[in-house]
T-cell receptor, first 112, second 112 residues
Framework: NAGVTQTPKFRVLKTGQSMTLLCAQD?????MYWYRQDPGMGLRLIHY???????AKGEVPDGYNVSRLKKQNFLLGLESAAPSQTSVYFC???????????FGDGTRLSIL | KQEVTQIPAALSVPEGENLVLNCSFT??????LQWFRQDPGKGLTSLLL?????REQTSGRLNASLDKSSGRSTLYIAASQPGDSATYLC???????????FGDGTTLTVKP
């Protein structure tokens, strides 16, 4: 019963490096979301997808790109990492918006 | 812009006590409202989801209410247990695309 799986769980990057965070869900959900969680700022939506092949900007999209080539996967990319992107990143999915969102356990990303 | 506030930021109670967590939001034109639980180092687990047309939802010892006109929701926990210790977040769904605004959470400690 995997649910939503995020890889990697931890990562340390240097400023300017690039990386991709992977989110995979096995529940056949249409909607997928990427959030970042920072102390005192709650969870903020970065990008989201309402179905395979679609993506849309959330509240804080700058510095990030996403792709949803397959329904079960939602990738979050950092092209040139900056210290301000140090955060815990969460992926979530849902069948439709009026159903609960299911979250992964997060990726803890530090950028030096 | 929707703003979500959760007060208090932290709450400590003895085991067995009934308690209420509060969530307030500034824009009453919401799609739904969700309460989540987050354990340290983990993702969010959905507890209850209230649609905009509903007034309350119940699950076991948990009861969530929604008053859109006053911009408030409460999460009532009956007969609290040490296992209830966690951070509780509310998320206001703003659109039918699943975009939500999260509060910063209330960290609950239930002492044996």
């Amino acid at each position: 019963n995997a649910g939503v799986t995020q890889t990697p769980k931890f990562r340390v990057l240097k400023t300017g490096q690039s990386m991709t965070l992977l989110c995979a869900q096995d529940m056949n959900h249409e909607y997928m979301y990427w959030y970042r969680q920072d102390p005192g700022m709650g969870l903020r939506l970065i990008h989201y997808s309402v179905g395979e092949g679609t993506t849309a900007k959330g509240e804080v999209p700058d510095g990030y790109n996403v792709s949803r080539l397959k329904k079960q996967n939602f990738l979050l990319g950092l092209e040139s990492a900056a210290p301000s992107q140090t955060s815990v990143y969460f992926c979530a999915s849902s069948t439709v918006p009026d159903q609960p969102q299911h979250f992964g356990d997060g990726t803890r990303l530090s950028i030096l | 812009k929707q703003e979500v506030t959760q007060i208090p930021a932290a709450l400590s109670v003895p085991e067995g006590e009934n308690l209420v967590l509060n969530c307030s939001f500034t824009d009453s034109a919401i799609y739904n409202l969700q309460w989540f639980r987050q354990d340290p180092g983990k993702g969010l687990t959905s507890l209850l989801l209230i649609q905009s047309s509903q007034r309350e939802q119940t699950s076991g010892r948990l009861n969530a209410s929604l008053d859109k006109s006053s911009g408030r929701s409460t999460l009532y926990i009956a007969a609290s247990q040490p296992g209830d210790s966690a951070t509780y977040l509310c998320a206001v769904g703003n659109t039918n695309a699943g975009k939500s605004t999260f509060g910063d959470g209330t960290t609950l400690t239930v002492k044996p």
